[in-house]
């Protein structure tokens, strides 16, 4: 009963909900790869992190950059001619890698994926001030500057919001959110 | 009077107030009423399904929850709010299991989601419900010899949801001639634009809204028209990084749908937020305005 699964198989088990074929299906036609418009920065190619994932190659997987470069933009998805939702298998191993705690640590995504969630659970809506801290600082000084420039830029046009929205109704908002996750799951 | 229950999302409230503006006022002059949700929540964004999908799937249904207790389908101007409220409520549709799980959370703010609510994106409502015809009936200020890219970017068309053409769509471009302006051949028009790359991953990302600049400039447009906030906000705010990244020297300005439509029903200008640009395009307007009768109050 302990037998241990294999990535493929705890990959497919992470989309048992979302449509479209397995990962195995793939016939690494690297259609996806000359579509997906960031592969030019990933460490694997959309192609090669399936054969990965075939290969059951996890700790190589969760160790690329690739999964949090997806820009979610699903264009090698509607291509796919194995019809494998590549996209969802993006998020499958985001949100695997963040439960393990598993991911290359010099990645923006997942702090920024943390933080902006609890933005939501504490206000119910998006407030950027409370981001930037998450990323800011990891530009290194003549990044940091262009961000303030574009920042006082939109300061002035009246772009930048200087009190956190909140919506009504928070606390039911709330409580309803502990049904989902219990108070404490996020911390 | 059509009537949609109307879901702005985050970026509309501050960083794309001007598309909160023009929508509001554009939409209303072609006879369509948005009745704002009267506690929406944050869609959920990418990132919420970066860490919990059920947690993502819930918000969705809070909105869609409020717009069926209206009575009304609901529309959004957001691509990313589209995306993610559609795909929710078909979820809910195919799997009875997530949407009892989903409805019990949503006791605890008294609401209830059983299906009944079509999702919309603001874009669908001019072309589909409102029609080009009657758009272009309605022109009073066609937008003659302005020159503009159609970007569609991503999540308008993408997930695919039944068989539609993702690959060349036209509706864009027809709604850009039915205000009198010229679409160009913009080959990169369904495109990403990076999204929340531009935060994390932004080596990456300005190389993205490099080649959609440098397309849309190619492709002879003097400005790009965009149907979302968060494609504005990319190819916008980040212009200037960009120049400074790659040694060029953009200043294409990114407009809303909305504002043209509204400039060509006659709107005046600061009615559709226009003067909150990073990029100005005063000198585009004024050629394309100067022909005509000045603006009415």
């Known amino acids: 009963m302990n ?3 294999s990535f493929n198989k705890e990959v497919a088990n992470l989309l048992h909900a979302a449509e479209g074929s397995p990962t195995s299906a793939c ?5 996806c790869s000359g579509t997906c418009p960031v592969a030019d920065y990933m460490d694997h190619t959309p192609r090669q992190l399936m054969a990965m994932i075939n290969a059951n190659m996890k700790e ?4 690329s950059n690739t999964y949090w470069f997806c820009a979610s933009c699903y264009h090698c998805m509607v291509r796919c001619p194995a019809e494998i939702n ?6 499958a191993l985001k949100r695997y890698s963040i439960w393990q705690k598993k991911y290359r640590e010099d990645l923006i995504g997942p702090v920024f994926s943390e933080t902006f969630v609890k933005m939501i659970f504490n206000g119910g809506r998006s407030f950027e001030p409370v981001l930037a801290p998450t990323y800011i600082f990891g530009y290194g000084l003549s990044g940091f500057l262009q961000e303030v420039q574009t920042a006082t830029g939109l300061m002035i046009k009246g772009r930048l919001p ?3 929205a909140r919506i009504k109704r928070l606390d039911n908002f709330k409580r309803m959110i502990g049904r989902i996750i219990p108070i404490g799951g996020l911390s | 009077m059509k009537e949609f229950a109307y879901f702005p999302g985050c970026s509309l409230e501050k960083l ?6 023009s929508a509001l006022e554009s939409t209303r002059k072609l006879g369509v009423n948005l009745k704002e949700l009267e506690d929406w929540n944050c869609c959920g964004s990418t990132t919420y399904f970066h860490v919990d999908e059920l947690l993502a799937y819930t918000l969705c249904a809070r909105n869609l929850a409020q717009a069926e207790k209206m009575g009304l389908d609901l529309v959004t101007p957001c691509s990313a709010c589209y995306k993610n409220t559609y795909f929710a409520a078909a979820s809910f549709k195919r799997d009875p299991d997530l949407a009892e799980h989903v409805n019990f959370a949503l006791e605890e703010d008294n609401l209830h ?8 994106h603001l874009i669908e409502v001019y072309v589909k419900d409102v029609g080009l015809e009657e758009i272009k009936s309605k022109v009073t200020k066609p937008l003659e010899g302005l020159h503009v890219a159609p970007y569609y970017g991503c999540q308008i068309m993408r997930p695919r949801k039944d068989h539609e053409d993702v690959e060349q769509p036209r509706f864009f471009e027809d709604l850009l001639a039915a205000i009198g302006a010229t679409p160009v ?9 990076g999204g929340s790359l531009l935060i994390t991953s932004r080596k990456a990302a300005f190389s993205m809204v490099h080649d959609l600049l440098q397309c849309a400039l190619d492709s002879g447009a003097t400005l790009i028209a965009t149907a979302c906030p968060m494609c504005q906000v990319n190819l916008e705010c980040y212009q200037q990084q960009v120049n400074q990244e790659f040694g060029t020297n953009f200043s294409m300005p990114i407009l809303y749908f909305t504002q043209l439509v509204g400039l060509a029903l006659g709107i005046p200008a600061k009615k559709l937020g226009i003067g909150k640009e990073l990029v100005s395009l005063e000198p585009e307007l004024l050629r394309v305005t100067k022909r005509q009768p000045a603006v009415e109050r």
């Open chain 2, 113 to 120: 989601f059983s299906g009944n609510t079509a999702v919309k």
């Open chain 1, 27 to 31: 016939i690494q036609c690297g259609t």
């Open chain 2, 16 to 21: 794309a107030t001007s598309y909160n503006l």
């Open chain 1, 162 to 164: 200087l009190l956190p």
């Open chain 1, 86 to 91: 590549i996209t969802e298998v993006m998020y």
């Open chain 1, 3 to 5: 037998e241990v699964l």
């Open chain 2, 185 to 193: 051949d913009y080959p990169l028009k369904m495109r990403c634009c």
């Open chain 1, 60 to 63: 190589d997987v969760l160790a």
